[in-house]
């Protein structure tokens, strides 16, 4: 690994993608604080980004991707796997060895766990695909795609391993924690779970009939068919790529998509190309208001545990994650420098903001939790640019 890019000029492009990041999350959170970027807006804006944004711009960086090219992505699939559990193991071993507080069962797993993608990744690359293509120019290596996207295509690889993953394990980890709440504090009016929130609900009402609609619920949740749960993944940007993959198999169909010749490309491919550079932008910012819009102020902080486990999101996992991905390198298991650079991008990220949903369906308070994401997030601007100097140092 070899190039004579200038110090400089990485500690620049990394520090630009990271302020880039960085400013529009604070005009996400600014526009949520002045009433602009109500939670009904942001929910509407969401549904946009996902059915349209950022569908576009996955399709027209993956239609271009060959079948063989797909093959040799596999190593993204499997590390993107193993970020979440080796973030849940290590999770729960912090929680059982160092936080020891029952409140913090859930939280510790799901904090470690589960890391934000598209939004970060996609910012840095664009900001840094010029420079992924120097290194690769110079390194000798031949690529069909431009670091640029390449990038997207591997973040998006990403994405959709952690949309598939995420909400099964996060529903898993709920599911094992309550069951250790309700056997750990038998007659403990505070334990969160399903019967206790109907109870509260049907507060009024005879005991008898409340538990008679607990019994109906649980009845109701075992009668769900076996495809229920792949329905509730299923979305346009997993269905988008799935789409396009089936075209890489399908080369003269494929070629309608991206020929210069094809009246398809012409009006399609290239009308999604541009919706999809709005979506880098109008993620983070919507990004930003959803953490404004985080209830921080409910719950007692205890600011010893929050230091704990943002320290060991945002400093001893990418730490882990950065000697593993780059012996992997080393190894030449991967040899691509974009595919390295999102995969420590993704090791180093903040928490998702959205697993507050998950949390939330525990009926505890989100003060605590919202605090380790915003903590995680605030971290990670020092964090990610030390994270891509130290990876583009590795080239220079």
Not at 84 to 98: D, E, K, M, P, S
Not at 249 to 261: A, H, M, N, T, V
Not at 317 to 328: D, E, N, R, S, T
């Amino acid at each position: 690994m070899s190039s004579s890019v200038p110090l400089s000029e990485i500690t620049n492009n990394c520090l630009v993608a990271t302020a880039k990041v960085l400013i529009l999350c604070l005009g996400g959170v600014y526009l949520s604080k002045k009433g602009i970027l109500t939670e009904k807006i942001i929910r509407n804006m969401s549904k946009v980004a996902q059915d349209v944004f950022i569908p576009a711009l996955m399709f027209t960086n993956f239609v271009t991707v060959s079948s063989e090219q797909l093959i040799s992505y596999f190593p993204v699939v499997i590390l993107s796997g193993f970020i979440i559990f080796i973030g849940v193991f290590f999770g729960r071993a912090l929680h059982r060895y160092v936080i020891k507080n029952k409140n913090y069962l859930v939280m510790v797993p799901l904090s470690c766990g589960f890391v934000h993608t598209l939004n970060i990744q996609l910012s840095m690359s664009e900001t840094l695909g010029g420079l992924l293509d120097k290194i690769a120019e110079e390194s000798n290596l031949k690529f069909s795609l431009n670091g640029e996207s390449r990038a997207i295509i591997f973040t998006t690889i990403i994405t959709v391993v952690n949309t598939v993953l995420r909400w099964s394990v996060m529903s898993k980890i709920i599911k094992e924690n309550e069951k250790d709440y309700k056997s750990s504090s038998a007659g403990n009016s505070k334990v969160p779970s399903l019967e206790m929130g109907l109870l509260i609900a049907n507060k009024g009402k005879k005991d008898s009939k409340a538990a008679a609609n607990v019994q109906f619920n649980e009845i109701e949740e075992e009668k769900k068919p076996w495809w229920s749960g792949f329905e509730a993944m299923l979305n346009m940007p997993l269905i988008v790529c799935f789409f396009s993959i089936i075209l890489s198999f399908i080369p003269p169909l494929q070629q309608l998509f991206i020929s210069e010749s094809s009246l398809v490309n012409q009006v399609f491919t290239k009308s999604a190309g541009f919706l999809g550079r709005a979506s880098s932008p109008v993620l983070l910012v919507l990004l930003g208001a959803n953490l404004g819009n985080s209830d921080l102020s409910d719950g007692k902080t205890s600011y010893k545990n929050l230091f704990i486990i943002t320290i060991a999101k945002m400093v001893v996992l990418p730490a882990f994650g950065f000697v593993l991905i780059m012996f992997l390198a080393q190894m030449s298991i991967l040899k691509d420098p974009a595919m390295i650079m999102i995969l420590l991008v993704t090791f180093g990220a903040p928490t998702a903001n959205n697993i507050l949903i998950q949390y939330a369906s525990l009926g505890k308070e989100m003060g605590e939790i919202s605090r380790i994401v915003l903590g995680t997030y605030i971290m990670s601007i020092i964090t990610l640019p030390i994270i891509l100097v130290a990876f583009f140092l590795m080239y220079t």
